[in-house]
């Protein structure tokens, strides 16, 4: 679970948006501190970016004074209850000083920066001053931390802090710039001892560069920090098993009994649920409901409770046994192309056993006056012998008399705001039911109605399911506020907040406006009818993903439907990484990508579209990558392709002034993308100085593929980051110039990848990341695959060991790419992906048709279209990468038979193996 997401879905309840977009109470613009609606004061100029308000003096003319490019910046941070005051006291510091300065305006967007799952590298950070020299550090740390002294915040791990205050201090970038790190992305820059641009390091931990002198003001700061250790605790930690922006979880073991145990952090002001909760509290309900269900044998017992610097710990014993998800990888009959009927009905025997023994665990707790509140597939831990069950992490659990609503939970088991005290559970208790067998509750967030649908799915994949333990979850799942049993009366104090965590909270509601069908809510009497009957009615009139041409020309409404062109940032909806630098444009995630997927699927054109990327390529924004998937590369293929030649050309000419031979050597953002584009701009367009520098690329792959290979580094594998990528470009130079070097070196490449792939044993063949085996497009074994048909065609006539190895991995491949469920639908990271590479490898129309059919499983309406949820299915997308543009493309792959929809450079292999 990839928690960023969450964040990103608050805003709006059909697409992933900026949470500086989210509005207050009633629909009316988000607060705003009062500081924040202050004039701006004569000789200074502000903007917003992002979630600052920035403040910068400006000279006579309008242009920003000149200042450092860089240097020890100050940072502070605030409470809900001081954030206001700090904020008065900032601006009056700075302005009469002219010291520029950006603070966070609203209480919204403070409150999700310190949120549980907010990013650790800036969390606490509300206000930020640049000072122009180390004497003004000084000067302003003390007199500024004089006037700050006594107010709280949470602590800035990036930072070092100064004396008690609120105020930190980091070295970093002022002025935006950029370089290529060392893993070939662009990334913010800062200019070292030499004049060289070299990676802003942003880690959550405070790192002084190495040509940097620590000021000698600030040496007492770093020993105070250093005088907390654990050292003196009767507790060796081991490990840490997870980290938050609330703190760290440790195991470890008590040195005077030997017992292994649990360390649970607390960081204060951290960490904060939608209540406002900070990790110290939350740990302290934890520790409260611990000690009210002790002696259940169903849970952690508390073992001590400490505080260390200003970090509070809760000790608990450990539990042995797996959580509940890590059984799904090696026990869900479905992850294979022909589930055997006798595994099915064994699984489904084993789920339905541990959903009772679940439920029994829970009703335990209930017993004590104790709601869990974040039940999920995570926090249910399964004995080593699989006969019991426990719960884990009751930081959100609750007097169930409270009758509280949940402020922290897993999205797929959230529950809707109407269900408070015990029915929180009994909801999540609903979505495991759908959960055990088909993992994807999350697409709830978006529309409930969805459970009946799935229920129907379930009922046909899992034949021994009974029915009626599916329509007793359906109906839990959509029951309306007037249904809902009166179990308990809310109180104020369990309320959430407006600005919740979760995405559940603005998601209530079915996925669309009056014109989506799911509008329609199902009732629960019409749900306990027959699961069958009942999922058709809120998608009855959706498209069937294989009913083509119908099914292009509604998911190609759905994605006008969606266009924003009056937005400078996007384009299209789609997912989250759109928002970072230059993730609008490109092919991956932005209007590019949706405009290439509409013209290989026969759509007419849509204008309004280019001219919004052709204006907002013209200027560029700053800090834009340069690859094929996530920059400027890709913008230029696809406007080239659309007729635009002259701005590709530009475009690609920006590219070449930067220093693109340090890019890393993949397709998604390195050199092999970037060389694809230039050797077919040079070709198309009669430019050879660019297919000079195609070569040239070539030649830098050559020459990394022959040195040694790391022996301990873990390398990438796929098309988009690993060898595959370069594979691609080898493999298209040796049919443009027909250089056998070239295709020795391709050879090489793919074998690197297959290098860092894994057999199961059912046969298939899968790109292995240690903690978990990937068969997708984008990062997995059918990108591989994709290649290795190309390499093939080559081949396929000369006798060789390697030619025999490459076809038994396509076999494995394959095999991968025609299980019967995958987790989401995407191109890149889903089945999407396994319809293209099946489409394109020419494999068996039945195992074509059986995928095609699957993507119907994740089917979403979108203003009476069809549409599909993005990565982690907590909102729709209509990107390429992740989207229902990438799902258009894929269908168009094997559905179109007169121009079928391809990949960028990858049409049909010449020769099919």
Same mark, same amino acid.
């Given at each position: 679970?990839?928690?960023?997401?969450?964040?990103?879905?608050?805003?709006?309840?059909?697409?992933?948006?900026?949470?500086?977009?989210?509005?207050?109470?009633?629909?009316?613009?988000?607060?705003?501190?009062?500081?924040?609606?202050?004039?701006?004061?004569?000789?200074?100029?502000?903007?917003?970016?992002?979630?600052?308000?920035?403040?910068?003096?400006?000279?006579?003319?309008?242009?920003?004074?000149?200042?450092?490019?860089?240097?020890?910046?100050?940072?502070?941070?605030?409470?809900?209850?001081?954030?206001?005051?700090?904020?008065?006291?900032?601006?009056?510091?700075?302005?009469?000083?002219?010291?520029?300065?950006?603070?966070?305006?609203?209480?919204?967007?403070?409150?999700?920066?310190?949120?549980?799952?907010?990013?650790?590298?800036?969390?606490?950070?509300?206000?930020?001053?640049?000072?122009?020299?180390?004497?003004?550090l000084q000067t302003v740390l003390e007199e500024l931390g004089a006037l700050l002294e006594g107010l709280d915040g949470p602590y800035i791990?990036?930072?070092?802090?100064?004396?008690?205050?609120?105020?930190?201090?980091?070295?970093?970038?002022?002025?935006?710039?950029?370089?290529?790190?060392?893993?070939?992305?662009?990334?913010?820059?800062?200019?070292?001892?030499?004049?060289?641009?070299?990676?802003?390091?942003?880690?959550?931990?405070?790192?002084?560069?190495?040509?940097?002198?620590?000021?000698?003001?600030?040496?007492?700061?770093?020993?105070?920090?250093?005088?907390?250790?654990?050292?003196?605790?009767?507790?060796?930690?081991?490990?840490?098993?997870?980290?938050?922006?609330?703190?760290?979880?440790?195991?470890?073991?008590?040195?005077?009994?030997?017992?292994?145990?649990?360390?649970?952090?607390?960081?204060?002001?951290?960490?904060?649920?939608?209540?406002?909760?900070?990790?110290?509290?939350?740990?302290?309900?934890?520790?409260?409901?611990?000690?009210?269900?002790?002696?259940?044998?169903?849970?952690?017992?508390?073992?001590?409770?400490?505080?260390?610097?200003?970090?509070?710990?809760?000790?608990?014993?450990?539990?042995?046994?797996?959580?509940?998800?890590?059984?799904?990888?090696?026990?869900?009959?479905?992850?294979?192309?022909?589930?055997?009927?006798?595994?099915?009905?064994?699984?489904?025997?084993?789920?339905?056993?541990?959903?009772?023994?679940?439920?029994?665990v829970v009703e335990a707790v209930h017993e004590r006056g104790i709601a869990f509140n974040d039940l999920h597939v995570f926090n249910i831990?399964?004995?080593?012998?699989?006969?019991?069950?426990?719960?884990?992490?009751?930081?959100?659990?609750?007097?169930?008399?409270?009758?509280?609503?949940?402020?922290?939970?897993?999205?797929?088991?959230?529950?809707?705001?109407?269900?408070?005290?015990?029915?929180?559970?009994?909801?999540?208790?609903?979505?495991?039911?759908?959960?055990?067998?088909?993992?994807?509750?999350?697409?709830?967030?978006?529309?409930?109605?969805?459970?009946?649908?799935?229920?129907?799915?379930?009922?046909?994949?899992?034949?021994?399911?009974?029915?009626?333990?599916?329509?007793?979850?359906?109906?839990?799942?959509?029951?309306?506020?007037?249904?809902?049993?009166?179990?308990?009366?809310?109180?104020? #104090?369990? &309320? @959430? !907040?407006?600005? +919740? %965590? /979760? *995405? $559940?909270? =603005? #998601?209530? &509601? @079915? !996925?669309?406006? +009056? %014109? /989506? *069908? $799911?509008? =329609?809510?199902? &009732? @629960? !009497?019409?749900?306990?009818?027959? *699961? $069958?009957?009942?999922?058709?009615? @809120?998608?009855?009139?959706?498209?069937? *993903?294989?009913?083509?041409?119908?099914?292009?020309?509604?998911?190609?409404?759905?994605?006008?439907?969606?266009?924003?062109?009056?937005?400078?940032?996007?384009?299209?909806?789609?997912?989250?990484?759109?928002?970072?630098?230059?993730?609008?444009?490109?092919?991956?995630?932005?209007?590019?990508?949706?405009?290439?997927?509409?013209?290989?699927?026969?759509?007419?054109?849509?204008?309004?579209?280019?001219?919004?990327?052709?204006?907002?390529?013209?200027?560029?924004?700053?800090?834009?990558?340069?690859?094929?998937?996530?920059?400027?590369?890709?913008?230029?293929?696809?406007?080239?392709?659309?007729?635009?030649?002259?701005?590709?050309?530009?475009?690609?000419?920006?590219?070449?002034?930067?220093?693109?031979?340090?890019?890393?050597?993949?397709?998604?953002?390195?050199?092999?993308?970037?060389?694809?584009?230039?050797?077919?701009?040079?070709?198309?367009?009669?430019?050879?100085?660019?297919?000079?520098?195609?070569?040239?690329?070539?030649?830098?792959?050559?020459?990394?593929?022959?040195?040694?290979?790391?022996?301990?580094?873990?390398?990438?594998?796929?098309?988009?980051?690993?060898?595959?990528?370069?594979?691609?470009?080898?493999?298209?130079?040796?049919?443009?110039?027909?250089?056998?070097?070239?295709?020795?070196?391709?050879?090489?490449?793919?074998?690197?990848?297959?290098?860092?792939?894994?057999?199961?044993?059912?046969?298939?063949?899968?790109?292995?990341?240690?903690?978990?085996?990937?068969?997708?497009?984008?990062?997995?074994?059918?990108?591989?695959?994709?290649?290795?048909d190309d390499h093939l065609g080559h081949t396929k006539d000369e006798p060789s060991a390697v030619r025999d190895e490459f076809e038994q991995?396509?076999?494995?491949?394959?095999?991968?790419?025609?299980?019967?469920?995958?987790?989401?639908?995407?191109?890149?990271?889903?089945?999407?992906?396994?319809?293209?590479?099946?489409?394109?490898?020419?494999?068996?129309?039945?195992?074509?048709?059986?995928?095609?059919?699957?993507?119907?499983?994740?089917?979403?309406?979108?203003?009476?279209?069809?549409?599909?949820?993005?990565?982690?299915?907590?909102?729709?997308?209509?990107?390429?990468?992740?989207?229902?543009?990438?799902?258009?493309?894929?269908?168009?792959?094997?559905?179109?038979?007169?121009?079928?929809?391809?990949?960028?450079?990858?049409?049909?292999?010449?020769?099919?193996?």
């Open positions: 679970m990839d928690t960023r997401y969450e964040v990103y879905a608050l805003a709006d309840r059909h697409f992933y948006e900026t949470p500086d977009r989210l509005a207050g109470e009633g629909g009316e613009a988000a607060p705003v501190y009062e500081t924040a609606k202050r004039a701006v004061p004569a000789g200074w100029r502000a903007a917003r970016i992002g979630d600052w308000l920035a403040l910068t003096p400006v000279d006579t003319e309008g242009r920003p004074r000149s200042g450092p490019a860089q240097g020890w910046k100050i940072h502070a941070s605030a409470t809900r209850e001081n954030a206001e005051r700090i904020a008065e006291i900032v601006w009056d510091y700075c302005v009469p000083r002219a010291i520029p300065f950006k603070f966070v305006p609203g209480p919204h967007l403070l409150h999700l920066r310190n949120v549980k799952y907010a990013a650790r590298d800036g969390s606490g950070k509300f206000v930020t001053l640049y000072p122009s020299d180390e004497q003004q791990l990036t930072d070092l802090r100064w004396n008690e205050g609120p105020l930190y201090v980091r070295y970093g970038a002022f002025a935006r710039s950029f370089v290529v790190d060392d893993r070939g992305t662009l990334v913010p820059a800062v200019t070292d001892g030499e004049g060289r641009l070299v990676p802003d390091r942003r880690a959550p931990s405070f790192q002084v560069p190495e040509w940097v002198k620590l000021p000698a003001f600030l040496e007492p700061q770093l020993a105070a920090r250093n005088t907390t250790t654990v050292g003196d605790l009767p507790y060796r930690i081991e490990k840490a098993l997870h980290f938050s922006n609330g703190g760290g979880v440790y195991s470890g073991v008590d040195t005077r009994d030997g017992q292994r145990v649990v360390l649970k952090e607390g960081r204060p002001h951290a960490g904060l649920a939608a209540d406002g909760a900070d990790a110290v509290a939350r740990l302290a309900r934890e520790k409260y409901a611990l000690e009210r269900v002790s002696g259940l044998g169903v849970v952690p017992e508390v073992r001590d409770w400490f505080t260390l610097g200003d970090h509070r710990f809760l000790v608990m014993s450990f539990l042995e046994g797996r959580p509940l998800n890590s059984y799904f990888a090696e026990r869900h009959p479905l992850l294979s192309p022909d589930p055997d009927p006798a595994a099915v009905a064994d699984y489904t025997a084993w789920a339905l056993r541990i959903h009772r023994m679940v439920e029994e831990m399964v004995a080593p012998d699989e006969q019991s069950v426990s719960l884990l992490d009751f930081e959100a659990a609750a007097p169930i008399e409270e009758g509280g609503r949940q402020v922290v939970a897993h999205p797929g088991f959230f529950a809707p705001p109407d269900r408070t005290g015990a029915d929180v559970d009994r909801y999540a208790l609903a979505c495991l039911r759908l959960a055990l067998f088909m993992p994807v509750t999350t697409l709830f967030v978006v529309d409930r109605a969805k459970a009946a649908h799935l229920a129907e799915v379930i009922l046909g994949q899992f034949p021994d399911v009974p029915r009626e333990f599916l329509e007793e979850a359906v109906t839990e799942i959509v029951r309306t506020p007037a249904s809902s049993r009166t179990n308990a009366t809310p109180s104020a #104090a369990g &309320s @959430p !907040s407006s600005t +919740a %965590t /979760s *995405p $559940s909270a =603005t #998601a209530d &509601s @079915p !996925s669309s406006a +009056a %014109t /989506s *069908p $799911s509008s =329609t809510s199902t &009732s @629960p !009497s019409a749900v306990t009818s027959a *699961p $069958s009957a009942v999922s058709s009615a @809120p998608y009855a009139t959706l498209a069937e *993903p294989g009913d083509w041409p119908y099914s292009r020309d509604s998911m190609v409404k759905a994605i006008l439907a969606s266009a924003t062109p009056e937005r400078d940032d996007r384009l299209f909806p789609g997912d989250v990484a759109q928002f970072s630098e230059g993730g609008g444009l490109g092919l991956a995630y932005g209007a590019a990508g949706v405009l290439y997927a509409l013209s290989q699927t026969g759509a007419d054109r849509y204008e309004e579209g280019e001219r919004w990327l052709l204006d907002h390529t013209d200027p560029l924004p700053a800090g834009t990558p340069l690859g094929l998937y996530d920059g400027l590369a890709g913008v230029a293929y696809v406007l080239g392709c659309l007729g635009h030649r002259q701005r590709a050309l530009d475009l690609v000419d920006i590219v070449l002034q930067e220093k693109w031979q340090k890019l890393s050597s993949d397709i998604q953002g390195g050199l092999a993308g970037l060389g694809l584009v230039l050797d077919e701009l040079g070709r198309t367009a009669g430019e050879p100085e660019l297919e000079a520098r195609a070569a040239e690329v070539a030649r830098i792959l050559q020459e990394r593929l022959a040195e040694p290979r790391p022996a301990t580094k873990k390398r990438r594998a796929g098309l988009l980051r690993g060898a595959s990528g370069p594979a691609l470009f080898l493999l298209r130079r040796y049919e443009s110039t027909g250089d056998p070097a070239l295709l020795a070196s391709a050879t090489e490449a793919l074998r690197r990848d297959l290098e860092c792939c894994v057999k199961h044993p059912g046969g298939s063949l899968e790109v292995d990341e240690g903690w978990r085996t990937l068969p997708y497009l984008g990062d997995g074994s059918a990108g591989v695959g994709m290649v290795l991995a396509r076999a494995g491949i394959l095999t991968a790419s025609t299980s019967r469920f995958y987790a989401q639908p995407g191109l890149f990271q889903g089945r999407a992906g396994m319809v293209v590479h099946l489409s394109r490898t020419g494999a068996a129309p039945e195992r074509i048709a059986e995928q095609v059919a699957g993507l119907g499983w994740f089917a979403m309406p979108y203003q009476g279209q069809l549409a599909f949820p993005g990565q982690q299915m907590m909102r729709l997308s209509m990107d390429l990468g992740t989207g229902t543009a990438g799902c258009l493309l894929a269908l168009g792959t094997a559905l179109d038979g007169e121009v079928p929809a391809q990949l960028p450079f990858l049409p049909p292999p010449r020769r099919r193996p």
